[in-house]
């Protein structure tokens, strides 16, 4: 009975001092960290843009980004799809700072490939900073690489996943950061809506998600960039996107020439 109780008692503590953690404490892709509750929903995800919106994808143009044939990001029936490699990134000519973006995409089905090598993609901000996608439908992995992540740093608040094969969602809302030099002067925040549901709420973003380094690190020092969506080579199919789109929240967009 004792002992009951006191692995009862070492068990609360436990999950008392995991819950306790702030993000900034947590192990990238630490197995321990909780996983997000699903939340079901079942609304429209589509927004048609709005008249000031610029247009990356629409579904036929791909005239708005860097694309060089042999990493294979091709059209087909209206959908943007990725090339099938790893490490293949899809680039805007134009380079934004505050931003407010929509992004529809679709895992592919039927799923394969386990953990991360399942319909892993992303959008990067100022392709620095990635907003996870994968598929994790009856797929176990870290909550820092679950869909609507900071990768690596954040997970979403709530887990807002579809099922591979079903159109889903992105809005976000980035404010950029800002440098005096090498100096932070502010840190980059992120806002994501998953399928409309809220999964990061002003987050700060605390560096590059690229770098395998703990602490995280703003390595790149920019205040404008591109978005890049991310080619992940993952052998059970390519993600598909649709309805891509962007409202510069400070004034009009650079292009970087
Ligand atoms: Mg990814």
């Not at 079901?40 to 060089?68: H, K, M, Q, V, Y």
């Not at 309805?243 to 929240?249: D, E, I, S, T």
Request: proline share 10%.
């Amino acid at each position: 009975m004792y002992i009951a109780t006191a692995v009862m008692l070492a068990a609360l503590v436990a999950a008392q001092s995991a819950s306790a953690k702030t993000a900034s404490e947590w192990k990238r892709n630490d197995p321990d960290r909780p996983i997000p509750h699903q939340v079901e929903d079942a609304r429209p995800i589509t927004i048609p843009p709005p008249s000031d919106a610029i247009i990356l994808f629409d579904g036929a143009d791909l005239s708005a980004f860097r694309l060089d044939p042999q990493y294979g990001w091709t059209v087909s029936d209206g959908n943007l799809i990725a090339g099938g490699q790893i490490r293949n990134y899809l680039e805007t000519r134009q380079h934004f700072g505050n931003l407010q973006i929509h992004l529809e995409f679709m895992t592919p089905y039927p799923p394969l490939g386990e953990g991360q090598k399942r319909g892993n993609s992303g959008v990067f901000l100022l392709g620095a900073y990635e907003i996870q996608i994968m598929d994790p439908a009856e797929n176990p992995t870290f909550a820092d690489g679950l869909p609507g992540s900071i990768y690596g740093q954040t997970p979403p608040s709530v887990l807002a996943a579809r099922k591979p094969g079903e159109w889903q969602s992105y809005d976000i809302v980035f404010h950029a950061p800002d440098f005096d030099g090498d100096e932070l002067v502010s840190p980059p925040t992120v806002t994501v809506l998953h399928n409309g549901v809220l999964v990061q709420d002003h987050t700060i973003v605390r560096g590059d998600t690229i770098p395998r380094v703990q602490p995280p690190e703003y390595r790149t020092r920019i205040e404008r960039g591109p978005l890049v969506l991310q080619d992940h080579g993952d052998a059970g199919g390519r993600v598909r996107f649709r309805n891509f789109w962007v409202r510069p929240l400070d004034g009009p967009a650079a292009d970087d020439g």
